[in-house]
């Protein structure tokens, strides 16, 4: 099988054959149909000190199963995350992290709609917004902060604010149904908001700090860092709350099999729709990569093996 691998920090990517990896105990083995580019992936290739196995979001068919599985066989279309190589035409999914596609979906659906979907609803719930208040999403044009921005629209929200690094990115933070959107640059964000997710951190937290009311709450759901003084908190009586997605899937099945069920519920019904910027040959990953490094992309980046 082909798969993408690197020698070094910061690349180059390169494709290389490699033997179709047996599924162990509890583990699926995938074709994959679409695979999913993310900012947390593109920086361990830049910045981690030895690299690392490509993984991520992909779905595709079941072609095996493991030892002890129980929830899948072969033939089910199933997504989900890998934890090693996914830049590959197959890997290998633990059955805890994967979950079934409906029929009415593609692969490319799935890709761009579950893992990004449930991180988007997972933060707007840690917000814990009341019908009629206030949200607003930094990096809302990307994969997650796109869906977040309707999620938070479908979930009663008063008003939505997008917030892009780009103003050339408004038109389609807006055609999500954002009432407005601001420039990272702008002195002001507008009129305060009662919440902020904010997958973007490092210096972009201290304005999306100000931008919230009174009493507001920032989720902070990035890898990005940052620090944040107690004073900015104590003087508007703000919160930050921190938010992890493998926390849930790990500690909560019950509540990310609900989750899940909702997000295929509102994209059934058109009330969810995961836009994707572009799908990207394996032999591209490279050229996908700049395109999430650059920050250009509206919506979600796909590889298609």
Same mark, same amino acid.
């Given at each position: 099988?082909?798969?993408?691998?690197?020698?070094? &920090?910061?690349?180059?990517?390169?494709?290389?054959?490699?033997?179709?990896?047996?599924?162990?105990?509890?583990?699926?083995? #995938?074709? =994959?149909?679409?695979?999913?580019?993310?900012?947390?992936?593109?920086?361990?290739? &830049?910045?981690?000190?030895?690299?690392?196995?490509?993984?991520?979001?992909?779905?595709?068919?079941?072609?095996?199963?493991?030892?002890?599985?129980? $929830?899948?066989?072969?033939?089910?279309?199933? &997504?989900?995350? =890998?934890?090693?190589?996914?830049?590959?035409?197959?890997?290998?999914? @633990?059955?805890?992290?994967?979950? %079934?596609?409906?029929?009415?979906?593609?692969?490319?659906?799935?890709?761009?709609?579950?893992?990004?979907?449930?991180?988007?609803?997972?933060?707007?719930? !840690?917000?814990?917004?009341?019908?009629?208040?206030?949200?607003?999403?930094?990096?809302?044009?990307? *994969?997650?902060?796109?869906?977040?921005?309707?999620?938070?629209?479908?979930?009663?929200? *008063?008003?939505? #604010? /997008?917030?892009?690094?780009?103003?050339?990115? !408004?038109?389609?933070?807006?055609?999500? *149904?954002?009432?407005? =959107?601001?420039?990272?640059?702008?002195?002001?964000?507008?009129?305060?908001?009662?919440?902020?997710?904010? !997958?973007? /951190?490092? +210096?972009?937290?201290? %304005?999306?700090?100000?931008?919230?009311? %009174? @009493?507001?709450?920032? #989720?902070?759901?990035?890898?990005?860092?940052?620090?944040? $003084?107690?004073?900015?908190?104590?003087?508007?009586?703000?919160?930050?709350?921190?938010?992890?997605?493998?926390?849930?899937?790990?500690? $909560?099945?019950?509540?990310?099999?609900?989750?899940? $069920?909702?997000?295929?519920?509102?994209?059934?019904?058109? +009330?969810?729709?995961?836009?994707? @910027?572009?799908?990207?040959?394996?032999?591209?990953? !490279?050229?996908? @990569?700049?395109?999430?490094?650059?920050?250009?992309?509206?919506?979600?980046?796909?590889?298609?093996?």
């Amino acid at each position: 099988m082909r798969r993408v691998r690197y020698e070094s &920090t910061g690349g180059p990517l390169f494709l290389e054959e490699a033997p179709v990896p047996e599924p162990g105990p509890g583990e699926l083995l #995938v074709r =994959c149909a679409a695979v999913g580019v993310t900012l947390p992936v593109v920086r361990k290739v &830049t910045e981690a000190p030895e690299p690392i196995a490509l993984g991520g979001e992909l779905a595709g068919e079941v072609v095996a199963v493991g030892a002890g599985v129980t $929830r899948f066989r072969a033939g089910d279309r199933v &997504t989900g995350l =890998c934890f090693g190589h996914g830049y590959a035409d197959f890997a290998v999914l @633990h059955e805890a992290m994967a979950s %079934p596609v409906p029929d009415d979906a593609g692969a490319v659906d799935a890709v761009a709609l579950v893992r990004s979907g449930l991180v988007a609803y997972g933060a707007l719930a !840690a917000a814990r917004p009341a019908p009629g208040e206030s949200v607003l999403v930094t990096a809302a044009a990307s *994969g997650v902060g796109h869906l977040a921005v309707q999620l938070a629209r479908a979930r009663g929200a *008063g008003r939505v #604010v /997008g917030a892009v690094s780009d103003p050339a990115k !408004a038109e389609f933070v807006r055609s999500l *149904g954002a009432d407005d =959107c601001v420039h990272y640059a702008d002195d002001s964000w507008g009129e305060p908001v009662d919440c902020v997710l904010d !997958a973007v /951190g490092g +210096d972009l937290l201290t %304005p999306a700090l100000a931008a919230l009311a %009174p @009493h507001g709450r920032l #989720v902070a759901y990035s890898s990005g860092g940052g620090t944040i $003084r107690a004073y900015d908190l104590l003087v508007g009586a703000k919160s930050v709350i921190g938010f992890q997605m493998a926390l849930i899937a790990r500690g $909560r099945p019950d509540l990310y099999e609900q989750w899940r $069920r909702d997000l295929w519920r509102m994209f059934a019904d058109g +009330d969810l729709k995961p836009a994707v @910027h572009g799908e990207f040959a394996l032999e591209d990953a !490279a050229e996908a @990569h700049e395109v999430i490094e650059s920050r250009a992309n509206l919506g979600k980046v796909v590889l298609r093996p």
